[in-house]
């Protein structure tokens, strides 16, 4: 049974509290137990909380399928591209290298790699996958447009990614806030504690000097 | 003489803290589970509906809930890895006794021979020194059901009146403030009215880490419009995208709270009618607000005037809000005044006792509002009830068939507790899901006490810190191997339903209890067969009271996914039976009756109004000075619980945040010459801790953070001050003068111990 297409995973890297429910959640699967096939990142700890977490983007034409010289990725026809085959996957590595977001892994002791297959197992029966129904934020959301567009006023889905010069289309949505300068977020406790408003926009690990050196703490 | 038995880690080496992990049936993609059992998790306040996969009598693993209305399915990490603190390698089988003779400090001995001695020793020093030589420690994370028992025993069966519970440590200055101004302590509202409101306001809370399911409610808020407002001095997750981010020094917030009233006086937002018809003492906050002019206010609390100005405003000029707290404006000597100084805003903006508009606390543990209700609490009898007010005595006497004389009057709070033992007038501890070793502060003091004990019994499932000091230790009960009622954060009465059964000699602690009285000779009382028939002698213990149960049955909880309190089986105005309460989701809708105002308000008073209370700025004790500069305040991380004796032993919780940190600011740290995940020192009055520095611009550069989960010497409340609350006995967790250096070298414990040991 296919996952139902009016069903959609929207990420909302905004909304997450990096807790890593998603994570914990995603290595109780029963077909890769024990693993994890989420990434959950910090931006930069030093000097944000800010975590983005990343599940397999599901690309219309997936890179990673398209780099497999072993024919081992397939994307089913409701849009899933699944993980690596068994019985076809020589663990070159290719995908890992070639996936413009990062995702596939390479698991060395069992020659295999692996990666997120929007737990096919529970949403080609009508469920949830595991990561978006345990997530505490919503950061991670499956449902249909007509509820992303009524919960999330906010921020729009993009599904449309380039990378140079390559354009790719995927079926997980990124939400993506509608007016980044009203609402950035708060990075250096410093800033708040200063009578002169300053612009909380700091861009991470771009500004070399302290943006608040002249603010007095 | 009770200290430790034999070096700590020859019985770390035995008891743990060892780590479980996903293997066997736990790993196994193919192993199908008998059955779901619907329950909630075991950790905090907001008790997310889970269901537990079960094969035989093993838990092995879980499947999201989705039409438990509060989280529907969502769960944080702890939620999902709460499945691996079942057949777990550390867990207590067997009753134990302090043995110096074992290589790990304790050898097992039959259950019955354990009871048997803990009556002996209860005797004993009882004949000697009379029954309240004898103390007894409870805890929040209990069902109701054994908070009652728990209570009941203590007074009934021991005939003391030392007993107190952790909730000590936890919501004691919130419930002191709720009663002081609403005259009742309970959330007012279900969360699900928060969406669609104008302001949040979130007053000392990392709701991300603490209450996660609770971001998901606030954020959804803001999506529709809502303006978020954050107090505290670290930018949590939920602080990162708020509106209005209000980076308060510790122990300011009655200040902050002054300043913000004063400045909505004397721009006139206030709900003038409301504070008219339906509240007493706003004259005298507004003289004390005088006190705060916005520059005093920006000065003392650390907080930028635009900031104050605008909090002002928002609040101000609301239609809808909501305010919540927690630990971090309540963990103080002021706790009660800070706590009141939000209540004060609240009040002066009429915005309570409606849909979209309310007031709350957030509970830190399961049963912390249930736990504070029924009796475990030295001042207090079921259903909210007084221990000193003869009306209440007399009723409750009445129900647990005893003259009213023989019931003991009030004890004292958990840490004066140890200072009785300390003086000698202790000398005997029954304590159970209570770990004070890691919880209480300047936990030297408590070791110190816990060696004088002539007699010290623990109930616990695991070895905690704490029962390492115990004479006997009687194996107790994992949450999902008994069943009872919990109240959550929104003071929704939930069930808690058995998964498996007790291994080997453990069982359930309410049967522990009754063991224990039976063999003191003093069973009347305690002959329940079920958590069902305690609900029900509970039930009525609790009519009549503020936090009325009598309409509630484990049936009607089931059937409705939750019942609010009160909850009546007789109509409080008319008498009249009624069968079919519903529970009241929302307290203080404007007309409503209730046992107390008796229709002539909406608030639990006779006068039906709300009571102003000053909430009144004091320094912090121990505040930073000359000698101790910087501030240091502590908390939690969202892969931790408490005092993780059992999140410390889940493996992959351990493996999300092993070892406690020290954060603090770059310029703190340049400062110091300490470099990110280098080994720094912290230092107080009462101790030292040497842990690695997290460098982060997220924190205050006056002030450290560090979490509170570990033990021994990972232990930050090796360094925190025993100051609490004059009112609600709450020690002053969140801020203390410390100071900061470069590590000389590592600590010992890095080369012996595994990180969540």
């Excluded at chain 2, 025993?722 to 600590?747: E, H």
Aim: glycine share 8%; net charge neutral.
């Amino acid at each position: 049974m296919p996952k139902p297409d009016y069903l959609h995973f929207f990420i909302d890297p905004n909304r997450c509290i990096g807790c890593q429910a998603c994570l914990q959640a995603c290595t109780e699967c029963d077909t890769h137990r024990g693993e994890s096939m989420i990434h959950l990142e910090y931006v930069s700890r030093p000097e944000s909380v800010q975590t983005v977490p990343v599940v397999c983007m599901h690309c219309d034409q997936p890179t990673c399928a398209e780099v497999c010289p072993a024919d081992a990725i397939k994307r089913t026809g409701d849009g899933v591209v699944q993980s690596a085959r068994k019985p076809r996957c020589i663990a070159c590595g290719n995908c890992v290298v070639a996936c413009p977001f990062g995702v596939p892994e390479l698991y060395e002791d069992r020659k295999i790699m692996m990666k997120c297959d929007m737990c096919y197992d529970r949403t080609s029966v009508g469920k949830k996958p595991m990561c978006a129904t345990v997530c505490p934020s919503q950061a991670l959301f499956f449902g249909t447009r007509e509820q992303i567009e009524q919960l999330r006023p906010l921020s729009k889905p993009v599904n449309t990614f380039h990378f140079g010069n390559q354009v790719i289309t995927t079926q997980v949505h990124i939400m993506v806030p509608r007016a980044l300068s009203s609402r950035a977020p708060h990075v250096d406790v410093v800033a708040a504690m200063s009578e002169q408003p300053r612009s909380r926009a700091v861009m991470l690990s771009v500004v070399d000097a302290d943006p608040f050196a002249e603010v007095e703490v | 003489m009770a200290d430790v038995p034999v070096d700590p880690i020859r019985i770390i080496e035995r008891f743990g803290p060892h780590l479980s992990s996903m293997t066997g049936e736990r790993l196994s993609t193919s192993v199908e589970p008998d059955r779901l059992v619907k329950t909630h998790c075991c950790f905090c306040g907001q008790q997310c509906g889970i269901q537990l996969k079960v094969r035989g009598n093993e838990v092995i693993g879980f499947e999201p809930w989705e039409e438990f209305p509060f989280n529907r399915g969502m769960l944080c990490p702890k939620g999902v890895k709460r499945y691996l603190q079942g057949s777990h390698p550390d867990r207590l089988t067997t009753a134990l006794r302090r043995d110096t003779s074992s290589p790990s400090g304790f050898s097992s001995l039959p259950y019955d021979d354990a009871v048997a001695r803990v009556a002996g020793e209860i005797t004993r020093i009882q004949q000697a020194h009379g029954p309240a030589a004898i103390a007894v420690l409870g805890g929040a994370s209990l069902t109701t059901e054994k908070t009652y028992l728990l209570g009941k025993f203590a007074r009934v069966c021991l005939k003391t009146p030392f007993i107190d519970y952790n909730g000590r440590l936890c919501m004691v200055s919130a419930g002191a403030a709720n009663k002081k101004a609403f005259g009742i302590d309970r959330t007012t509202n279900p969360w699900s009215d928060m969406v669609g409101t104008d302001v949040i306001w979130v007053a000392g809370s990392n709701v991300a880490e603490c209450s996660p399911i609770t971001t998901n409610y606030i954020w959804q808020a803001r999506e529709q419009g809502a303006k978020v407002i954050v107090q505290d001095p670290r930018i949590t997750p939920v602080a990162r995208t708020c509106d209005l981010y209000l980076p308060v020094k510790p122990g300011r917030d009655a200040a902050l709270f002054a300043g913000v009233l004063q400045i909505m006086i004397e721009r006139d937002w206030l709900d003038h009618d409301f504070i008219r018809d339906y509240t007493a003492g706003f004259e005298q906050v507004a003289e004390y607000c005088r006190e705060w002019p916005l520059a005093r206010t920006a000065e003392v609390t650390g907080v930028p005037q635009r900031a104050l100005m605008q909090a002002a405003e928002w609040w101000g000029t609301a239609r809808t809000s909501f305010l919540f707290h927690a630990r971090g404006i309540e963990h103080h000597s002021n706790g009660v005044q800070n706590s009141l100084g939000t209540i004060n805003l609240v009040l002066a903006s009429g915005r309570i006792g409606k849909p979209k508009s309310g007031y709350g606390t957030i509970v830190g543990q399961a049963n912390g509002q249930g736990g504070r209700e029924h009796g475990q609490k030295c001042d207090q009898l079921p259903g909210l009830r007084d221990i000193s007010n003869p009306e209440h005595r007399r009723y409750i006497a009445g129900v647990w068939g005893i003259d009213e004389r023989e019931l003991p009057g009030p004890g004292v709070d958990a840490y004066e507790l140890f200072r009785k033992i300390d003086r000698g007038e202790i000398k005997g501890l029954l304590s159970i899901c209570f770990n004070p070793m890691v919880s209480l502060p300047d936990n030297t003091f408590v070791a110190r006490c816990l060696e004088k004990l002539e007699f010290f019994v623990a109930i616990d499932f695991f070895l905690n810190d704490t029962a390492w000091y115990a004479d006997i230790v009687l194996p107790g009960s994992l949450h999902e191997e008994d069943e009872g009622t919990v109240t959550q954060v929104e003071g929704r009465i939930i069930k808690i339903n058995k998964a498996v059964e007790c291994p080997g000699d453990a069982r359930q602690d309410w049967r522990i209890m009754q063991d224990i009285a039976q063999a003191l000779d003093r069973p009347a009382g305690f002959t329940f067969a079920s958590p069902r028939e305690i609900f029900e002698e509970l039930r009525v213990a609790s009519k009549g009271g503020v936090a009325d149960y009598s309409g509630v049955t484990y049936e009607k909880i089931t059937q409705q996914l939750g019942v609010f309190w009160p909850c009546y089986s007789e109509d409080p105005e008319t008498g009249a039976p009624i069968a079919d309460h519903p529970g009241t989701p929302r307290l203080f809708e404007r007309g409503s009756y209730n046992p107390v105002a008796r229709g002539s308000g909406p608030f639990y008073f006779p006068d039906g109004r709300a009571r102003f209370n000053v909430g009144e700025y004091r320094p912090p004790v121990d505040d930073a000075n000359d000698e101790y500069p910087i501030y240091l305040t502590t908390g939690r991380v969202v892969s931790q619980f408490l005092s993780g004796t059992q999140t410390r032993r889940i493996g992959p919780l351990v493996k999300q945040y092993a070892e406690p940190r020290i954060e603090m600011h770059p310029r703190l740290a340049a400062k110091l010459g300490i470099a990110d995940g280098e080994w720094a020192t912290a230092e107080t009055g009462r101790g030292t801790i040497t842990l690695r520095a997290q460098v982060v611009t997220t924190i205050r550069p006056d002030t450290i953070f560090i979490p509170y989960h570990w033990a021994g010497r990972k232990s930050v409340n090796q360094l925190t001050v025993a100051a609490q609350d004059p009112i609600s006995k709450i020690p002053q967790y969140k801020v203390c003068g410390c100071r900061v250096r470069k590590a000389d070298a590592a600590p010992e414990y890095a080369a012996i111990l595994e990180p969540q040991q």
